[in-house]
């Protein structure tokens, strides 16, 4: 065999060799069996018992719980059923977060009567019965005229809320009405709503409603005066140079086609043989500078003179006190344009604020509670925010129920460390991730990503000092994001 052969066939030997060592480690092992003395035994059957184990230990569920998968026959064989096997999800993927359909869900919509009302739709979509506690939290500075038999209004110091204890059938819609009345009929009123599980707050749904029956007309956005625009001051500003450079520009010509003819008048005799001089002579066109002149001309004495040679204008430029006004009325357009701009920027950041909305991405959204609040990303709705009255000042646990929405085409993050309740004295906290996992049935809600369009209801927790309850809670989606603020009652 050649030697070249021989060479090309042991590297296929040895390739062949390291494919066979790749592939062993991707086959199925098999754990061996162990052996009884009843398996040992020629023509012995094994019993019943060994063989539902053994189907319960080849298949176990995705929740680890053994379940027979296996049926003996009366040969004595067991048939395993045919089952998909599991996805395959790579441990470095990250799953983003989709809320999952409830089978409970609310619908609040603002009654069409001069007082305000609301009428809150609970719908049961399951094939069950489903206990629940609706809470509705009413806005400040209104008191209830008429609710649904059955609803209990409680009041605090600050907030006023009425709910109902109910038992949904299966596949039934339950509405509850609620009347109220206010000092002030001209404003807004938003009242949210929220389906509990019975006995926690765990919340199933939440909706939100706003009443409007002002009698005075939306006031339309109009925009900023001229002379408040930079760009409509630097077209007038333009406007005016170029108007001052015309008339200055026709001015000069005006004047310099003046005093062309003027001159040319004098030199020409344009008033009459009798108004030239005694003894002057007749000036004859096409006498040049040659000093030939043509005879005299029959009838007229005198001695011909040569025509006085024409200065030839140099071309004008303009006065040095036209180039410095324009020069400076450009500059002080331009100073006065970024001025205005400046002074803007400067009062559109609102000091007042934690943190300043001067140094985050977007435009920052302050509301109450539940009105929806539309960031960078995420849409945000706080329904109800309720903290114990303990005894103990330290470590009380204030949880709000607050409603996410991406509105996004893309999965967005959001962390716990961001999402803020500041209290009166002006500090903040963040959200307390471990009390809101327990809130949340053990679910890190901030551990994986929303997915794009989905919506997530839940609870979340800030534990505070003190007795005050925090006056305004501060969620974003990003680091840099101006995020929304809403107003606590």
């Known amino acids: 065999m050649p030697a070249s052969r021989r060479h090309h066939r042991a590297l296929a030997v040895f390739v062949h060799c390291l494919g066979i060592l790749a592939a062993v480690p991707a086959l199925p092992t098999v754990a061996p069996k162990p052996a009884t003395p009843e398996a040992t035994a020629p023509g012995a059957a094994p019993p019943q018992g060994s063989l539902r184990a053994a189907a319960a230990t080849m298949e176990p569920t995705p929740t680890d719980t053994a379940t027979p ?85 409680s009041r605090s110091a600050t907030t006023t809320e009425v709910s109902w204890q109910l038992r949904l059938p299966a596949h039934s819609t339950t509405t509850l009405h609620t009347a109220l009345t206010t000092a002030a009929p001209g404003r807004a009123l938003s009242a949210p709503a929220c389906a509990f599980a019975a006995g926690v707050d765990r919340p199933y749904d939440c909706a939100t409603a706003t009443w409007d029956r002002s009698t005075v007309p939306v006031a339309k956005a109009t925009d900023a005066p001229a002379w ?73 004495g005198g001695q011909p003179r040569p025509v006085a040679p024409v200065a030839v204008a140099r071309r004008r430029r303009p006065p040095v006190w036209l180039l410095v006004g324009a020069a400076a009325a450009v500059l002080a357009g331009v100073v006065l344009a970024a001025t205005l701009t400046a002074t803007r920027r400067v009062a559109a950041i609102d000091t007042t604020k934690q943190p300043s909305t001067g140094a985050w991405v977007g435009t920052s959204t302050t509301g109450v509670i539940g009105v929806p609040l539309r960031e960078q990303a995420l849409e945000f709705t706080v329904y109800r925010i309720a903290c114990p009255s303990a005894s103990s000042t330290a470590g009380r646990q204030c949880q709000a129920t607050v409603g996410v929405r991406n509105l996004t085409p893309e999965q967005q993050t959001w962390h716990g460390e961001m999402q803020r309740a500041y209290l009166p004295g002006g500090t903040w906290v963040s959200a307390d991730e471990a009390a809101t996992r327990l809130a949340n049935q053990g679910r890190d809600v901030f551990g994986q990503p929303l997915a794009a369009g989905s919506r997530l209801v839940l609870p979340l927790v800030f534990t505070v000092d003190g007795t005050d309850r925090p006056r305004q809670l501060e969620l974003r989606s990003g680091v840099f994001s101006a995020g929304v603020r809403v107003d606590v009652p």
Request: no cysteine; net charge positive; hydrophobic share 35%.
């Open 228 to 300: 408040r625009r930079p760009a409509a001051l630097l077209a007038a500003l333009a406007g005016v140079f170029l108007l001052t450079a015309g008339g200055l520009w026709w001015w000069q010509r005006h004047r310099r086609a003046r005093a062309t003819a003027a001159s040319t008048g004098g030199r020409t005799g344009s008033g009459g043989a009798g108004n030239r001089p005694a003894g002057a002579g007749t000036v004859y066109a096409g006498t040049g500078s040659s000093g030939t002149a043509p005879a005299a001309a029959p009838g007229q």
């Open 69 to 153: 998968t296996g049926t003996a026959t009366p040969t004595g064989t067991a048939t395993p059923a045919a089952s998909a096997p599991p996805p395959l999800v790579s441990p470095s993927v990250v799953v983003p977060t989709r809320g999952a359909p409830s089978a409970v869900t609310v619908v609040v919509t603002p009654a069409g009567t001069p007082a305000p009302g609301y009428q809150v739709q609970v719908r049961n979509a399951s094939s069950m019965p489903v206990a629940t506690t609706v809470r509705q939290e009413l806005p400040p500075g209104t008191s209830t005229t008429w609710v649904t038999p059955g609803g209990r209004t």
